[in-house]
């Protein structure tokens, strides 16, 4: 929300979304950033950056970053973490959101997908990689997922409309596909990070997962075929190997 500069101890700035002053926040213990002076912040949809954020961000060009996006029509006014020179606009989201947010942020941005950090839970990516089960697709790649976690990372993202890829601090990232929230049964596609990254730069489409009989049935209150879903160490070179 600095604007081009990056935030240094003793800098001021003036906020490209309101024109308010800002400055920069240089502590010890949180990751320098810049805030408003007035700490009341411009966009409600805004949170505060972690070092996750800015690492994503770090992968596009900085002329891409905290776009502000307006609706001709309202003129509402939004940052998006990112907005390609194609139209595309990325969030990265660590914090919990509202689904009237979610469905919100949709709404406005339109051409949209979602990064979110899997990691946020402190057992979140212990749980999922207890409950990976192996390949139940191969075109495209497929995996099966049981959900023992408490938190409700997948409940809670089930809802988006728009793509939706969940980090768990691995070499590639997890589409999610499908999501039973009763069942906690769920479908995610593998893709590597790079791959996506350079996806997403050049503007080309995204791989779709059709809902066939089988990812439907894998997802299902009493799954048809339970057995091969159950995680098991052998499937774990060849998840790696998807990245």
Not at 157 to 171: E, R, Y
Not at 190 to 198: A, D, F, G, S, T
Request: proline share 6%; aromatic share 10%; net charge negative.
């Amino acid at each position: 929300m600095g604007g081009t500069s990056s935030p240094a101890p003793g800098l001021k700035g003036i906020c490209k979304n309101c024109e308010m002053p800002m400055v920069a926040k240089c502590g010890q213990h949180n990751i320098w950033h810049w805030a408003h002076k007035s700490r009341v912040n411009c966009d409600p949809w805004w949170e505060t950056e972690t070092e996750w954020h800015r690492s994503w961000k770090n992968w596009f060009p900085k002329e891409w970053h905290e776009f502000i996006q307006s609706d001709p029509d309202t003129g509402e006014k939004h940052i998006a973490d990112v907005k390609t020179d194609r139209g595309l606009v990325i969030e990265f989201q660590h914090s919990v959101m509202a689904p009237e947010e979610l469905m919100s942020r949709e709404q406005f941005y339109q051409n949209m997908v979602w990064i979110v950090d899997g990691c946020r839970g402190e057992l979140d990516a212990r749980h999922f990689n207890l409950g990976l089960g192996g390949p139940i697709s191969d075109n495209p790649v497929a995996y099966s997922l049981h959900w023992y976690g408490r938190s409700k990372l997948f409940d809670n993202w089930i809802q988006a409309t728009k793509p939706v890829f969940v980090d768990f601090g691995q070499i590639g990232l997890w589409r999610l596909v499908l999501y039973n929230r009763t069942s906690k049964r769920g479908v995610l596609g593998p893709i590597n990070r790079e791959h996506l990254v350079e996806d997403i730069t050049q503007g080309k489409p995204l791989e779709e997962w059709p809902m066939t009989d089988v990812l439907q049935d894998s997802v299902a209150d009493i799954p048809k075929a339970d057995a091969p879903h159950l995680h098991n160490r052998e499937n774990d070179d060849a998840q790696l190997a998807l990245f």
